[in-house]
């Protein structure tokens, strides 16, 4: 068999799944296991998980548009060094620069248009290809020291509950867009009682600059905010709007 080279895209295998987000399991499993063999630093982990996560989402809704008649095909190569993995879809293509920022003031609202803000953040390469309709992207091993794991004091996970008029004033929608500029993962929803639940993890200092963000761009809704500290667990992939 011949040896996978993340430099040489004709040794990469190969992982061919219909267009539905409950097959795409596979090859997220399978990617995973070869960082996990590897031993990958979780953080690193964690950032090739959200970026396939968020490619293989876009692959499925936006460039098949849900069509149970297309495919999805991710390729990949993992060595010691970096993990490269391309995905494709069957659909029309787009041009990434047409994509709005999705972090001006006017799109801030707007649940979509964030899966390459992220891609970008937590990758060290990303292109696309084919007129959008491949996207490949590649992330380096960090180094052992300079790698920050979960067991790290300062990788935590942060649960804040906001008081006030909180909803149905965007506020999920807002927290989602924010978390996108930052290297954090978690999930925000609305409760029965009127408040609104924000779980996060990530770096100490990041989620308190996510927080302090948040909580500047709903100033005007938020009259209180209770927070609470704990070690992180890893659960998530991304920032998503749960119920």
Partial sequence: MMKVDPDNEATFRE???????????????????????????????????LALEEALTNAVKHGNRNDPGKSVI?????????AVVIVRDEGAGFLPETVPDCTSPERLPLPN????????????KVCYRDRGRE?????????????????????????????????????RFTAESIA???????????????????VAEGDKQELEHF??????????????AQACDSPATGEFLSFRITR
């Fill in 15 to 49: 992982c061919v799944v219909k267009n539905d987000l409950r097959e795409t399991l596979a090859p997220k499993q399978a990617i995973v296991a070869e960082l996990e063999r590897l031993q990958y630093a979780e953080a690193d982990v964690f950032a090739i998980k």
């Fill in 113 to 124: 248009g964030r899966g390459i803000m992220l891609m970008r953040t937590y990758m060290d």
């Fill in 74 to 82: 991710v390729r990949y190569a993992v060595s010691r060094e970096k």
């Fill in 211 to 224: 927080q302090q963000a948040l909580e500047q761009a709903m100033k005007g809704h938020i009259q209180r």
């Fill in 180 to 198: 996108s500029r930052f290297a954090v993962a978690g999930c925000v929803r609305n409760l029965p009682d009127g408040r609104v639940e924000l």
């Fill in 135 to 171: 996207v490949y992207f590649m992330k380096r091993r960090s180094a052992p020291d300079a790698a920050k794991t979960l067991d790290s004091p300062s990788m935590i996970r942060r649960t804040i509950y906001f008081f006030g008029r909180v909803q149905g004033v965007g506020f």
